[in-house]
């Protein structure tokens, strides 16, 4: 079978990059935490870890709300479809901040 777009592939990748774009402060935040919880100390390291949590879940939660307002205009079989399309390109794409979306 030879190799074919997705149906949302073209789609996703916009709003993922829209999304990069828009969050950027929030995704500099994000590796910033997570450099300063794996270079601290052992005693501040579990503090900082929660600070860097809330930002991956701040982020994982914009992505789930972006694939969700997208996919409430759709019927039930094309909102799978994008679903999944979403989620293979974030989780691609910003894997460590995704996993509420592979969670979900």
């Known amino acids: 079978m030879p190799w074919r777009r997705r ?61 969700e307002a997208y996919a409430a205009t759709l019927g039930e079989r094309p909102a799978e479809e994008y679903r999944a399309a979403f989620d293979r390109a974030a989780v691609k794409r910003f894997r460590r901040y995704a996993a509420f979306l592979e969670a979900e």
């Open 7 to 67: 149906r949302f592939d073209e789609l996703v990748a916009r709003q993922l990059e829209l999304f990069a774009e828009d969050e950027a402060d929030l995704l500099r935040e994000a590796a910033e935490r997570d450099a300063a919880w794996t270079d601290a100390p052992a005693e501040r390291a579990e503090e900082l870890y929660g600070d860097y949590q809330d930002t991956v879940d701040a982020i994982g939660e914009r992505l789930y709300d972006i694939r």
